[in-house]
């Protein structure tokens, strides 16, 4: 594959993984706030601020860090208060 070839389907790869990513956070704000889809949000944002396309471009892989960082700590509320609906209430 040619430089060009290869650097086209880099930027193709990432534009997916980046539309991909503001699909699922569109689906969570939307309503669906499940702890899975959190979950595969954070490893979406992961891979993008991983991505070799954004090796040289710190301005993207600040920007994916901070929402890396917030929907980290979404992913765990979720989870906590998961953890916390399902321990049975006890009467006496």
């Not at 991909?20 to 309503?31: D, H």
Request: one cysteine or more; a neutral charge; glycine letters at 2%.
């Amino acid at each position: 594959m040619h430089s060009t070839e290869a650097n086209l389907a880099t930027q193709q790869d990432i534009t997916q993984l980046h539309a991909a990513t503001c699909l699922l956070m569109t689906r969570f704000i939307n309503g669906h706030h499940c702890p899975k889809l959190a979950h595969v949000i954070v490893h979406q944002l992961q891979r993008l601020l991983t991505h070799p396309a954004l090796e040289h471009v710190p301005a993207s892989q600040e920007m994916y860090r901070q929402l890396l960082e917030h929907w980290q700590s979404v992913a765990m509320a979720l989870l906590e208060h998961k953890k916390n609906q399902s321990t049975p209430s006890v009467y006496h």
